[in-house]
């Protein structure tokens, strides 16, 4: 285990990591979580399929999130799929789970509930497709600006699909409209294979 890395983490982090007994971070782990600490800028991770990536973005950013919690969506997950998103969710709500940050999913079978639940009480991570951050500012424009407030990362998980096409137009346009509405300027994390 890289100790320096390591040691940035917070400490409810770090809990979580001796808990799934991670002897080491991968070496994409270990730069992304020194990127997200000692600089700011917005940068990809890439590695191949099951390399890591996930955690590589958000073991810096969970940490950052437990340090400053805010009445607002911290951070937001963009996936392509529904699956994708749901499989994620699981994951994040591991490593979160000795942390006050909840983990929410926004998509087509989501219930009401959960979705008005989250507009009542913004926080944490948001898991969403592009299609359902598109329905948030046509369903619930006027809660956007609340919502999103102190939102400071987005990742963007399977960055290449969102390349050079409609759907990746799409998005930056609805990034463009949230920073906007919400006042924010986050930092944007690519993940890509």
């Not at 940068?43 to 969970?62: C, N, S, W, Y």
């Not at 963009?78 to 994040?92: S, T, V, Y």
């Not at 919502?147 to 990746?168: Q, T």
Request: with cysteine.
């Amino acid at each position: 285990m890289s100790s320096s890395a390591f040691n940035l983490l917070h400490p409810g982090v770090q809990k979580a990591i001796w808990s799934m007994e991670w002897k080491e971070f991968r070496p994409i782990q270990v730069e992304a979580i020194h990127t997200i600490y000692e600089q700011s800028n917005d940068f990809i991770v890439t590695a191949q399929t099951a390399g890591g990536k996930t955690e590589a973005a958000f073991l810096p950013i969970i940490s950052k999130l437990a340090e400053n919690p805010q009445p607002s969506v911290q951070a937001i997950y963009i996936g392509p799929l529904k699956a994708l998103i749901n499989d994620q969710f699981a994951r994040l709500e591991k490593l979160c789970g000795n942390l006050d940050i909840p983990v929410h999913r926004w998509h087509g079978d989501v219930s009401a509930s959960s979705k008005k639940q989250l507009r009542q009480t913004p926080c944490g991570i948001l898991l969403i497709t592009p299609e359902s951050l598109e329905s948030n500012f046509i369903n619930y424009g006027v809660h956007v600006p609340r919502i999103y407030k102190a939102l400071e990362f987005v990742v963007i998980d399977e960055l290449h699909s969102f390349l050079n096409n409609v759907r990746g137009i799409h998005l930056q346009s609805l990034l463009a409209r949230l920073n906007g509405a919400a006042g924010t300027q986050p930092r944007i994390i690519g993940l890509s294979a």
